[in-house]
């Protein structure tokens, strides 16, 4: 199976159709737009695929259909799994195993935020025991209250199938002191919070598992993929995307970003689950990314 590595892999949203299951036509529209556009894979039902408001029935069908599919571009699918159930989880592992993915993303138990460190880690290293399949470790304290320190990267990185992390927290610390806990172990660091990408490539990180990806997916590859061979054009492309990605984040996801996604002809619907909203018109202050993205 092939390996994850450096670039980006946009936190896919999920297309539904007219009934509001997952639109299977969709996904195969959206996958081709990454791939066309440099992409190295894409993680399903996370954040912005609405992870949470997906039955894992529906996630165990999502990855089915979506692998074979991805294969045929020359991506890689990661499942998000975002449960409070320990056993949910396992078994999310196992079919995003037998569906051939290559990876899971894993958010901590959110709903049991009170838990100390001792019993997340507990937690965790039960899913890296039974899992049949590598695990991204997935820090984002404002959805789910529970921060994952550098010292907990750590530990967890001693287990073989932990393969490294995800960090959507927005701190500049977090940068060099997951680095620093993750260096010479072999593991992958991929950013969330995309106004550190610079930042983060230059301590060393793997590339970027982002939002902004949905709807930016041939800015943030470029640049990724330039990096160290060309830093000056890379650096350059990152500050003039920059206002983009900021104006991304200030406004309701992934309600935006479909939205985009319908007007460039990618999804045919931009409709959400509830209890989110869809929008309605795409706000002044994105028009930035209309003309980035034509």
Known sequence: MTRLGAGVYPAAVTPFDERGAIDVPGVARLLAWFASKGCNGAVLAGTNGEGPSLSAPEKR?????????ADGFGLQ?????????????????????????????????????????????????????????????????????????????????????????????????????????????GKLLYVGDETLLSATLNAGWTGTISGAAN?????????????????????????????????????SQPAANKLLLREFGVLERNSVRLPLLP????????????RLAS
């Open 61 to 69: 069908d999502l990855v089915r259909v979506a692998v074979p599919l």
């Open 77 to 185: 699918i990661v499942l998000g799994i975002a449960s409070n159930s320990l056993e949910e989880t396992v078994w999310l592992c196992r079919q995003a195993y037998e569906a051939g993915c290559p990876a899971v993303l894993l958010m901590p138990p959110g709903y049991f935020r009170e838990a100390p460190e001792a019993a997340i880690e507990a937690w965790f290293m039960q899913v890296l025991n039974r899992s049949p399949i590598g695990v991204l470790v997935y820090n984002f304290p404002k959805r789910t209250g529970i921060t994952l320190t550098a010292e907990l990267m750590q530990r967890l990185a001693r287990h073989e199938r932990m393969l490294g992390l995800k960090d959507s927290s927005g701190s500049r610390e977090n940068v060099a002191s997951y680095a620093e806990a993750l260096r010479g172990l």
């Open 215 to 251: 709807v930016l997916p041939l800015w943030l590859s470029e640049i990724v993929s330039s990096w160290h061979t060309d830093p000056d054009a890379a650096q350059t492309k990152f500050e003039l995307v920059l206002p983009a990605i900021e104006a991304l984040r200030s406004v």
């Open 279 to 290: 929008m309605d018109q795409v706000p002044e202050s994105l028009e930035v990314v209309r």
